[in-house]
């Protein structure tokens, strides 16, 4: 790897330079050659396997834990930071730079008397959804491998700890704005030097002036709704929305009790700490813009409070347009450009309500999300029958819905690939929690792998059809319907 350390060089008091603690044993348990491009690597190896899992420096590193705070299920708290994970620098691949951070390198000065350590289950967790993401092409954070060990870590029970090495655009979150409006140490002028820096780093088409400043958040603000769009179209649960849980660039960022729909239900939540369902499936629109406007008071030193809220009023209509047009490529839903702005938005109104009756339909049949899209390739949209009628207890629901969506779609001249076109855009495979605490226990009890390996293989080509692999598309056994997972995970 080769590194460059702006952030390192630029923000000393951004940071507290600390080194990881190798962990004992170590061993590659994953390694995603899809990252490894990222960055220029190529095939895993002995050296890199010490220099990532903390037992030898790596050329170039400067091994630092960033400061930042955060609102925590709605409550502020003034000081968090990098509590488990150790940053190498930026990383200089052939399309530009990313972070490589070690989640799991023991403790921080933000560690809280923790031990800074990840837990293989956790770690494993990591690894597959990162990629599984980016496969989907949602926007996120990536990771280039999983090592374990054979540590012993106590959480609610001995485990064994391990790494998740972390590929991030950048580690900068709402909560670095945040900890340096409220800290003591000038608000102003730190505030303007991490948005300069920021805007250096990640936005060069912007200058850093009001007017930047300002296009700056108005960007801010439309990554997270295209993210959160793409979250609420493949039916992905976050679990935990803190502010310093979201990344400035709109990437999907530090995955705890994340989850994906199996049976489709507005209120999922994923994590057991969730009392309220505060971070609900359906109420990530919403936090995502409560989270912004934490985001926008943190700011009011340096960006006025009128450009501010002209930005988050963009918030609701981007989220939906983006929303609407993931939903359209899944339904094969034509669209004419040749429409007026104000024929357009009347077509998406009725676009979202025939596609919010499409999933209160399965809500109300408890049928599984993605193989109830799947069946989308399945479909002869000239013919009166439908697959997912079959499904459905309520059918004269079903045919009324199908009856619009058939006159929505109208002719469809080749309707080999129109299904063709399905299937590019609902995948066969997702990551169901079941199907990751299965490769968990294999290695758990066995020391085998192999389902892991299997699992993210198959995870990174998710449209495809692969025949010996149908079993992982079914719908869970009733064990792992629903799972909800702990911060730990």
Not at 149 to 178: C, N, Y
Not at 235 to 242: K, S, T, Y
């Given at each position: 790897m080769r590194f460059k350390q702006d952030f390192f060089e630029q923000l000393d008091d951004f940071y507290t330079q600390v080194y990881p603690q190798g962990i004992s044993n170590p061993h590659?348990?994953?390694?995603?050659?899809d990252a490894a491009k990222l960055i220029g690597l190529e095939k895993p190896n002995d050296a890199l396997l010490m220099q990532l899992s903390a037992n030898a420096a790596a050329p170039g590193a400067s091994y630092y834990a960033q400061v930042y705070s955060g609102h925590?299920?709605?409550g502020y708290t003034p000081r968090l930071g990098d509590g488990r994970s150790i940053i190498l620098g930026e990383a200089i691949g052939p399309n530009g730079a990313w972070d490589v951070a070690l989640k799991g390198g023991g403790p921080t000065p933000y560690s809280r008397h923790g031990d800074g350590r990840a837990v293989m289950r956790s770690a494993v967790r990591e690894f597959l959804v990162s990629e599984a993401l980016a496969a989907l092409s949602v926007p996120t954070s990536r990771a280039l491998a999983v090592i374990g060990s054979d540590l012993p870590v106590l959480r609610e029970s001995q485990e064994t700890a391990a790494i998740t090495v972390r590929l991030a655009k950048s580690h900068i979150r709402f909560g670095h704005f945040e900890y340096f409006c409220y800290s003591e140490k000038g608000a102003p002028d730190r505030l303007t030097q991490l948005l300069n820096f920021t805007l250096a780093q990640h936005f060069p088409h912007l200058t850093a002036d009001a007017a930047g400043y300002k296009q700056w958040f108005v960007e801010v603000v439309q990554s997270t709704a295209k993210m959160i769009a793409h979250w609420q179209a493949v039916g992905?649960?976050?679990g935990v929305m803190n502010t310093d849980n979201m990344s400035i660039l709109g990437d999907t960022f530090d995955f705890g009790p994340f989850a994906f729909l199996d049976t489709f239900k507005?209120?999922?939540?994923?994590?057991?700490?969730?009392?309220?369902?505060?971070?609900?499936?359906?109420q990530q629109p919403g936090i995502g813009l409560w989270n912004l406007k934490r985001l926008a008071q943190a700011l009011t030193p340096i960006i006025p409070s009128d450009d501010l809220i002209a930005a988050l009023n963009t918030y609701q209509p981007s989220l939906i347009n983006h929303y609407v047009s993931l939903m359209r490529e899944k339904l094969g839903l034509s669209t004419d450009n040749d429409l007026d702005n104000a024929a357009q938005a009347e077509q998406e109104k009725q676009?979202?309500?025939?596609?919010?009756?499409?999933t209160v339909m399965l809500e109300n049949n408890q049928l599984d999300y993605n193989n109830s899209l799947r069946k989308m390739g399945q479909i002869d949209i000239s013919s009166q029958y439908s697959p997912l009628r079959d499904d459905m207890l309520n059918v004269s629901e079903f045919d009324r819905w199908y009856q619009a969506y058939q006159a929505r779609v109208g002719d469809v001249a080749d309707v080999a690939a129109w299904q063709q076109q399905r299937n590019r855009h609902n995948p066969k495979y997702i990551l169901r929690n079941y199907l990751a605490q299965e490769a968990i226990i294999d290695i758990e009890?066995?020391?085998?792998?192999?389902?892991?390996?299997?699992l993210q293989q198959l995870l990174t080509r998710p449209y495809d059809e692969q025949p010996d692999m149908d079993h992982y598309a079914k719908r869970p056994p009733d064990w792992g319907q629903g799972l909800v997972m702990s911060c730990s995970s």
């Amino acid at each position: 790897m080769r590194f460059k350390q702006d952030f390192f060089e630029q923000l000393d008091d951004f940071y507290t330079q600390v080194y990881p603690q190798g962990i004992s044993n170590p061993h590659w348990l994953g390694w995603s050659d899809d990252a490894a491009k990222l960055i220029g690597l190529e095939k895993p190896n002995d050296a890199l396997l010490m220099q990532l899992s903390a037992n030898a420096a790596a050329p170039g590193a400067s091994y630092y834990a960033q400061v930042y705070s955060g609102h925590q299920f709605g409550g502020y708290t003034p000081r968090l930071g990098d509590g488990r994970s150790i940053i190498l620098g930026e990383a200089i691949g052939p399309n530009g730079a990313w972070d490589v951070a070690l989640k799991g390198g023991g403790p921080t000065p933000y560690s809280r008397h923790g031990d800074g350590r990840a837990v293989m289950r956790s770690a494993v967790r990591e690894f597959l959804v990162s990629e599984a993401l980016a496969a989907l092409s949602v926007p996120t954070s990536r990771a280039l491998a999983v090592i374990g060990s054979d540590l012993p870590v106590l959480r609610e029970s001995q485990e064994t700890a391990a790494i998740t090495v972390r590929l991030a655009k950048s580690h900068i979150r709402f909560g670095h704005f945040e900890y340096f409006c409220y800290s003591e140490k000038g608000a102003p002028d730190r505030l303007t030097q991490l948005l300069n820096f920021t805007l250096a780093q990640h936005f060069p088409h912007l200058t850093a002036d009001a007017a930047g400043y300002k296009q700056w958040f108005v960007e801010v603000v439309q990554s997270t709704a295209k993210m959160i769009a793409h979250w609420q179209a493949v039916g992905f649960a976050h679990g935990v929305m803190n502010t310093d849980n979201m990344s400035i660039l709109g990437d999907t960022f530090d995955f705890g009790p994340f989850a994906f729909l199996d049976t489709f239900k507005e209120g999922f939540i994923c994590n057991h700490s969730d009392h309220d369902g505060r971070y609900a499936f359906g109420q990530q629109p919403g936090i995502g813009l409560w989270n912004l406007k934490r985001l926008a008071q943190a700011l009011t030193p340096i960006i006025p409070s009128d450009d501010l809220i002209a930005a988050l009023n963009t918030y609701q209509p981007s989220l939906i347009n983006h929303y609407v047009s993931l939903m359209r490529e899944k339904l094969g839903l034509s669209t004419d450009n040749d429409l007026d702005n104000a024929a357009q938005a009347e077509q998406e109104k009725q676009d979202l309500a025939l596609i919010s009756q499409f999933t209160v339909m399965l809500e109300n049949n408890q049928l599984d999300y993605n193989n109830s899209l799947r069946k989308m390739g399945q479909i002869d949209i000239s013919s009166q029958y439908s697959p997912l009628r079959d499904d459905m207890l309520n059918v004269s629901e079903f045919d009324r819905w199908y009856q619009a969506y058939q006159a929505r779609v109208g002719d469809v001249a080749d309707v080999a690939a129109w299904q063709q076109q399905r299937n590019r855009h609902n995948p066969k495979y997702i990551l169901r929690n079941y199907l990751a605490q299965e490769a968990i226990i294999d290695i758990e009890e066995k020391a085998d792998n192999s389902k892991l390996i299997q699992l993210q293989q198959l995870l990174t080509r998710p449209y495809d059809e692969q025949p010996d692999m149908d079993h992982y598309a079914k719908r869970p056994p009733d064990w792992g319907q629903g799972l909800v997972m702990s911060c730990s995970s």
